[in-house]
């Protein structure tokens, strides 16, 4: 198993909660829910327990319509898996929990015995949609899980040093040689490309080519389309996914349903973002009317931009219409050579490590007075009792026209600001300019 962040999360909560609650990891197909959790019951406990609702035997499914005796359920239950549970040493794993309500309903009952630990897993297909008629256990803590980031992909690659010279580099607030920029630069790329789907990093690490890495993906995106299907069977949702790349690439101030789906109502267009937002694929990002640090309770729910949750997927998903052959973007992402209308890719790659970090992020576009330019500051996040905000470049381009206006419009507001591109990290009077590499470390803005 790749090492992965989570995994101390997930050990702070038995540590912290001794079987008071249990623990729903949350996320999307593929990112290695699963995996995570199976090594963490094979270290942590004396015996655990895997029920995989998306394969188990329909006796095992049965058990959870009467937990009235919870002595003779344990018993059906290790005489079914043939497993020995062993009083608060023992683990039981409900994988894929969203497909069977009543097990989840039963987390209440089961975490009140308090004899064992319970850790549920639940990924694409809407865990909201399967609760319908079920009460929600309150005994029960969330986390959610993402793609690999960039540290655990160089973890993957068994670079341990990476990420600690960039924390020496936050610390001293120093630039890297242009040589050691170059090299950050060329393992920052290569994480786009590859992704941080732990299928896709093992194909690479095993084959060193793109080639297999793609498919990986395409089956991926394909498992995905399947699944929301499942949930739309009309394929809205798969056309909103499918179409992200192309209303990203059009560098409007939002993502255009009607221009997707014309004849969509837009009511009916929330409860599908809704539901998309749900399966943890995609990263919506809301604007904003107020970039103050309650930016939030002012977004607007009609009015937003869609990411993808893994910018390996976002790749592949651009030319899914084409056989890799084809497709040349990876010789010219991994060789530098992206033309500027592409930047599109960086901004993804900015939303997937804010989200990484725990921000959700909004946007803001304005005019200033007597003015018909648009500006937009890409992101906007919190700052203490101020806001960030962050401008996007797919390239050492220093312009930052909309920042300087936002400054002048906003700046009782303004924490710290962050032009994020590609060249070395260099400051602007108050503008801090970042190589994209660093954007992991925007929590830690005194440091920066």
């Known amino acids: 198993m ?55 035997r329909k006796a095992t499914r049965d058990l959870f ?130 992704g941080g789907m732990p299928q896709a990093v093992e194909a690479y690490i095993e084959s060193n080519n793109f080639e297999p890495v793609d498919q990986i993906k395409r089956d991926i995106l394909c498992l995905y389309e399947e699944d929301l299907h499942k949930i739309d069977g ?66 607007d729910l009609s009015r937003f931009k869609l990411f993808l949750s893994d910018t390996g997927l976002f790749v592949t998903l651009m030319f899914a219409n084409r056989p890799f052959v084809e497709n040349d973007l990876y010789k010219k992402i991994l060789g530098d050579h992206l033309s500027a209308n592409l930047g599109y890719l960086f901004e993804n790659l900015v939303a997937q490590m804010l989200t990484a970090q725990g921000y959700k992020p909004c946007y803001h576009t304005f005019s200033a007075k007597g003015k018909t330019t648009l500006y937009k500051i890409d992101f906007l996040i919190p700052d203490g009792n101020k806001v960030s905000p962050i401008e996007v470049k797919s390239s050492g381009y220093k312009s930052h026209a909309s920042l300087d206006a936002f400054s002048m419009k906003y700046s009782q507001y303004i924490g710290h600001k962050y032009l994020i591109y590609t060249k070395n990290l260099a400051k602007d009077h108050d503008l801090q300019l970042l190589p994209i590499y660093l954007a992991p470390f925007l929590g830690e803005q005194d440091s920066v």
Request: a positive charge.
């Open 2 to 56: 790749y090492r992965r962040k989570i995994y101390n999360k997930i050990k702070d909560w038995k540590d912290r909660r001794q079987g008071r609650t249990a623990l729903l990891i949350e996320g999307a197909r593929r990112v290695g829910k699963s995996t995570v959790v199976e090594e963490f019951a094979r270290r942590e406990y004396e015996s655990y327990i895997l029920i995989d609702f998306a394969s188990c």
């Open 234 to 299: 009309m394929g809205r949702l798969t056309q909103i996914f499918n179409a992200i790349p192309a209303e990203l690439k059009r560098n409007t101030s939002r993502y255009s349903v009607s221009s997707v789906i014309p004849s969509l109502r837009p009511g009916s267009s929330l409860n599908l973002i809704a539901e998309l937002t749900d399966s943890k694929t995609i990263i919506p990002v809301y604007h904003t009317s107020m970039p103050t640090v309650d930016m939030t309770a002012y977004k």
């Open 65 to 194: 319509s009467d937990i009235s005796d919870l002595d003779f359920f344990f018993l059906q239950l290790q005489t079914q898996t043939g497993i020995r549970l062993i009083e608060r040493k023992s683990l039981i794993i409900f994988d894929e929990v969203q497909l069977c309500p009543q097990a989840r309903q039963a987390i209440k009952y089961l975490v009140r015995d308090n004899r064992y630990d319970y850790i549920e897993t639940g990924s694409l297909i809407s865990i909201k949609r399967n609760v319908r008629n079920i009460l929600i256990p309150s005994e029960e803590q969330r986390i959610g899980m993402f793609p690999m980031d960039f540290e655990e992909f160089l973890w993957a690659l068994n670079d341990d040093v990476t990420l600690k010279m960039l924390r020496h580099v936050v610390c001293h607030k120093k630039a890297l040689s242009d040589g050691t920029h170059r090299e950050l630069m060329r393992k920052l790329r290569l994480y786009m490309l590859v």
